[in-house]
């Protein structure tokens, strides 16, 4: 078993849940409820991955506003232990949410293949809908944490970060 694995397993067996109402967003014109999610354990899901895309974004904007001051200062933001160490964690929780996002998402589809290659969103009261034709030909969802990956790309591809550490 994988660290990266291990990790999901721990964290999905010691956080409580404690976000029974699940997704807020109302239902949108062009979409199609298909079923209601009654499995608590995906329930949980959801709630994890939530609670790991907010420390995402925790750490992405700690990394930045680091980055930022070194900057000012006129320091080398590389010789930062406190950058690095931030960004070792920023890449470590990346990997982490993009690994819950799919389980997440790849469990509905599991449980309900039927909808496996339709676009679909979870609405209010655990709704699971059909959405308009994604602009992607192969109806793949678009992550939760796509602007937060976008940022950290772009400080990967400027050259402005170190080594990105493996996890297992």
């Not at 232990?81 to 931030?86: A, H, L, Q, V």
Request: glycine letters at 4%; proline letters at 5%.
């Amino acid at each position: 078993m994988t660290k990266l694995f291990k990790k999901i397993i721990n964290q999905f067996e010691r956080m409580e849940f404690i976000h029974p109402k699940g997704p807020t967003n109302k239902l949108q014109p062009g979409e199609e409820v298909k079923f209601i999610i009654e499995d608590e354990e995906i329930k949980h899901l959801y709630y994890i991955r939530g609670e790991f895309a907010k420390r995402l974004g925790d750490a992405a904007k700690k990394v930045s506003d680091i980055y930022r001051e070194c900057r000012r200062l006129n320091q080398p933001w590389k010789d930062n232990e406190i950058f690095t160490e931030t960004q070792n964690e920023l890449f470590q929780l990346a990997a982490l949410c993009d690994a819950l996002n799919t389980l997440f998402w790849d469990s509905i589809s599991f449980d309900h293949p039927e909808i496996t290659f339709e676009s679909f969103a979870i609405r209010e009261n655990w709704q699971v809908v059909l959405t308009p034709a994604p602009s992607n030909p192969m109806g793949m969802r678009v992550s939760d944490f796509s602007e937060v990956l976008k940022e950290l790309l772009e400080i990967y591809q400027s050259g402005k970060t170190v080594k990105k550490p493996t996890t297992h």
